[in-house]
């Protein structure tokens, strides 16, 4: 029995990836977590559907804001206080000129994207002897890879989350715990709508989800540290 956690459940390759989760890992535990209960709820009952063992926790949850003793008793009770496997797939992207970027455009972006991300793992760390945790970062926080106008604060905070992957490879090397990241290309989802409104991308949501849910479980035995490149193309 595997247990794990994924943000940014409500949809796209976040929802993807507990779907697959649930259907490649029979008797699996999710917690599954995002801001909206309504898809959370359809998610899960699309897992119970499955019939195959598996279940998710369905918890309505800010990562800066909720309490965070909710999750706690969730692992505790649950998970029965062990993780395998932890997902930072949440995050928020504000397309806006460089100028035109508020201050609190960048407090909101960076909040989402490396604080909050930073809180649960935190969070989350102490329920983990061995395990995979993974952070989904973007091609645009690749130094020298291709960058685009009004993704400023967005690309610069995936580039920050690589350099925390790096960071806790290296302060935890010695235990069984593994951090790695994958940047994503252009995958076709809300988000990638909104950055670049009419552009169709060669990669599904399901297809990316079936990729980073066997990479959760898998890639830890051959990576730490590391940040993969899972780009067909780019916008």
Same mark, same amino acid.
């Given at each position: 029995?595997?247990?794990?956690?994924?943000?940014?459940?409500? #949809?796209?390759?976040?929802?993807?990836?507990?779907?697959? $989760?649930?259907?490649?890992?029979? *008797?699996?535990?999710?917690? &599954?977590?995002? +801001?909206?209960? *309504?898809? $959370?709820?359809?998610?899960?009952?699309?897992?119970?559907?499955?019939?195959?063992?598996?279940?998710?926790?369905?918890?309505? @949850?800010?990562?800066?804001?909720? *309490?965070?003793?909710?999750?706690? !008793?969730?692992?505790?009770?649950?998970?029965?206080? #062990?993780?395998?496997?932890?997902?930072?797939?949440?995050?928020?992207?504000?397309?806006?000129? @460089?100028?035109?970027?508020?201050?609190?455009?960048?407090?909101?972006?960076?909040?989402?994207?490396?604080?909050?991300?930073?809180?649960?793992? +935190? $969070?989350?760390?102490?329920?983990?002897? !061995?395990?995979?945790?993974?952070?989904?970062?973007?091609?645009?926080?690749?130094?020298?890879?291709?960058?685009?106008?009004?993704?400023?604060?967005?690309?610069?905070?995936? &580039?920050?989350?690589?350099?925390?992957?790096?960071?806790?490879? !290296?302060?935890?090397?010695?235990? $069984?715990?593994?951090?790695?990241?994958? &940047?994503?290309?252009?995958?076709?989802?809300?988000?990638?709508?909104?950055?670049?409104?009419?552009?169709?991308?060669?990669?599904? &949501?399901? !297809?990316?989800?079936?990729?980073?849910?066997? @990479?959760?479980?898998?890639?830890?035995?051959?990576?730490?540290?590391?940040?993969?490149?899972?780009?067909?193309?780019?916008?």
């Amino acid at each position: 029995m595997k247990h794990f956690i994924v943000t940014g459940a409500s #949809r796209g390759v976040g929802r993807e990836v507990v779907l697959s $989760l649930a259907r490649y890992v029979p *008797d699996s535990k999710i917690i &599954a977590l995002a +801001r909206s209960s *309504d898809a $959370l709820n359809a998610l899960r009952a699309d897992v119970e559907e499955m019939a195959n063992g598996s279940e998710v926790c369905s918890l309505p @949850f800010d990562l800066l804001e909720s *309490d965070t003793e909710l999750l706690k !008793e969730c692992i505790e009770k649950f998970l029965h206080g #062990r993780v395998d496997g932890l997902l930072n797939n949440a995050g928020r992207l504000i397309h806006k000129s @460089f100028t035109e970027l508020s201050d609190e455009d960048w407090m909101e972006v960076y909040k989402v994207n490396v604080i909050g991300v930073s809180k649960l793992t +935190r $969070l989350v760390l102490p329920y983990m002897k !061995e395990g995979h945790v993974v952070m989904v970062s973007s091609m645009g926080g690749i130094m020298g890879s291709v960058k685009f106008a009004g993704l400023s604060a967005y690309s610069s905070s995936k &580039a920050a989350v690589i350099g925390m992957v790096e960071c806790l490879a !290296e302060e935890y090397k010695e235990g $069984l715990v593994r951090f790695n990241a994958l &940047a994503f290309g252009s995958v076709q989802t809300e988000m990638l709508e909104e950055a670049f409104p009419g552009f169709k991308a060669a990669v599904t &949501a399901e !297809e990316m989800g079936v990729y980073t849910a066997d @990479f959760l479980l898998n890639g830890g035995r051959y990576y730490n540290g590391k940040t993969l490149q899972v780009s067909s193309s780019t916008p």
